[in-house]
């Protein structure tokens, strides 16, 4: 065993007492701090736009000629609407939907749910599916463009892009796959006909 005399222990007591409250703001109290300050200003724009929307609606309530604005505006987009008589109906049409719009993109959908949506405006509702898939990076941008762009009006609410676990091989180049998880709406008025049916 070392023994140090007492200016090393002192010098060595000295290095730790500096050493360990940096070693713990860079490791722990900086990115505590920039994950609380991001969240923050998320929260603050989440806020701003919860307040936009109250504001939107509190308007329509005290004019009811903004409201008949929004119907035509509803009625002239109703052909791509997703189809279906109830909320669980439409839910299913979307999920296939999704799952449709991803085979023809090269997206492998490992799972994917539907959940009830709420209502926009008079009978219009919005519904939601997440999904948790993987592809390359092409097969992704192609599956979020085909999804925004589509004949149904749908909106890639979320889609958070990560690096998969697998690796393959094209034409001797190496790709990575890419693990994909996202939510899309989709809106339905019951008896809507089908876009993709026209």
Do not use: C
């Not at 007492?6 to 290095?15: E, K, N, P, T």
């Not at 609380?36 to 000629?65: K, M, Y």
């Not at 909320?87 to 449709?100: F, K, N, P």
Request: zero cysteines; glycine letters at 8%; aromatic letters at 6%.
């Amino acid at each position: 065993m070392i023994r140090l005399d007492r200016r090393d222990r002192r010098a060595l007591v000295f290095g730790l007492a500096v050493i360990v409250p940096v070693l713990f703001a860079k490791t722990v109290a900086l990115p505590y701090l920039r994950a609380l300050r991001s969240a923050n200003q998320q929260l603050g724009v989440e806020r701003g736009l919860l307040a936009r929307e109250r504001g939107l609606l509190a308007e329509t309530r005290n004019r009811p000629d903004r409201g008949h604005g929004v119907a035509v505006l509803v009625e002239a987009e109703r052909r791509r609407l997703l189809e279906g008589s109830d909320q669980l109906a439409a839910s299913a049409v979307l999920v296939s939907y999704v799952g449709d719009v991803a085979a023809q993109s090269r997206v492998l959908i490992q799972q994917s749910e539907g959940r009830a949506g709420e209502p926009v405006v008079g009978k219009l509702s919005a519904i939601q599916v997440s999904f948790r898939a993987e592809s390359d990076f092409e097969g992704a941008m192609r599956f979020a463009l085909a999804l925004e762009r589509g004949p149904t009006l749908l909106r890639l609410e979320q889609l958070t892009v990560e690096t998969g676990t697998s690796r393959y091989w094209v034409r001797d180049q190496q790709g990575e796959t890419l693990s994909l998880m996202g939510v899309v709406t989709g809106y339905v008025m019951p008896s809507a006909p089908a876009a993709w049916d026209q």
